[in-house]
């Protein structure tokens, strides 16, 4: 079934920023999500300066959820949009192209080496995909797909990761500009290339000082992501 599809069986439903309770469940969703993801790994562990043994117990939840939290509200309060589909079975946050506030990237004031490496490398992929026809030097106007997820405490309702995303698409098609996501994990770019993106960068940090989970490791090979683009529409 095509994503166009599956999304005509739901709907995205905007969830209210002001509303703590709704703000603080897609929080816990996004935490629950990215538990273990290495790039989120691998920025605590450094800011923290966490001592071995690693794994280490002491990125746990609430860890986690103090690197996520002021970030997501801070997008949401500068005017992100944040969707929920199948009644919290599947949330995004989506950044417009007229989105004027702080993205989740560049919401940590003082970012270690790795961060400060991955908000490079993610700028030097944008500078070289998303260039201005007119001007090189300029970003041209995008939909950033800041966060997916999808909520494992409640049972999986079909089309409802389609209602986060298409209905965004449909808005990069209809504005003729593209949409871009960093996927974390080789899965998760492969859902996006699913509803139309294509890789086009990977982008490692931290070769020989993290190993591919994020956890210290001298000689490590580093984390990788995977930078995609939405541009089809713009081929023709």
Do not use: C
């Not at 816990?28 to 790039?39: E, K």
């Not at 071995?52 to 997008?75: E, M, T, V």
């Not at 999986?156 to 003729?176: C, H, N, W, Y």
């Amino acid at each position: 079934m095509s994503p166009s599809a599956l999304h005509d069986t739901l709907s995205a439903v905007s969830i209210d920023f002001e509303s703590k309770d709704e703000l603080d469940h897609f929080i816990s969703i996004i935490v629950t999500a990215f538990s273990t993801t290495p790039l989120t790994t691998a920025f605590i562990v450094q800011h923290d300066s966490t001592p071995p043994p690693y794994p280490s117990p002491l990125i746990d939840y609430a860890r986690r959820h103090k690197h996520f939290a002021q970030g997501i509200i801070d997008s949401a309060e500068s005017g992100a949009e944040i969707v929920q589909a199948g009644d919290w079975s599947a949330v995004a946050l989506w950044e417009a192209p007229d989105f004027k506030g702080k993205a989740f990237i560049d919401s940590k004031a003082k970012p270690g080496p790795l961060l400060g490496e991955w908000r490079g490398k993610v700028m030097d992929a944008k500078k070289k995909y998303l260039a201005s026809p007119t001007d090189p030097d300029q970003i041209r106007p995008f939909y950033h797909f800041s966060f997916l997820a999808r909520n494992t405490t409640v049972p999986k309702v079909t089309g409802s990761i389609a209602a986060v995303i298409e209905p965004f698409l449909q808005r990069a098609r209809d504005e003729m500009v593209p949409a871009w996501v960093e996927a974390t994990t080789k899965q998760a770019a492969g859902i996006y290339t699913f509803y139309g993106f294509r890789l086009v960068e990977e982008i490692t940090i931290g070769k020989g000082q993290v190993d591919a989970a994020g956890w210290p490791l001298e000689g490590g090979e580093g984390v990788t992501a995977y930078a995609l683009i939405y541009d089809g529409h713009l081929q023709k």
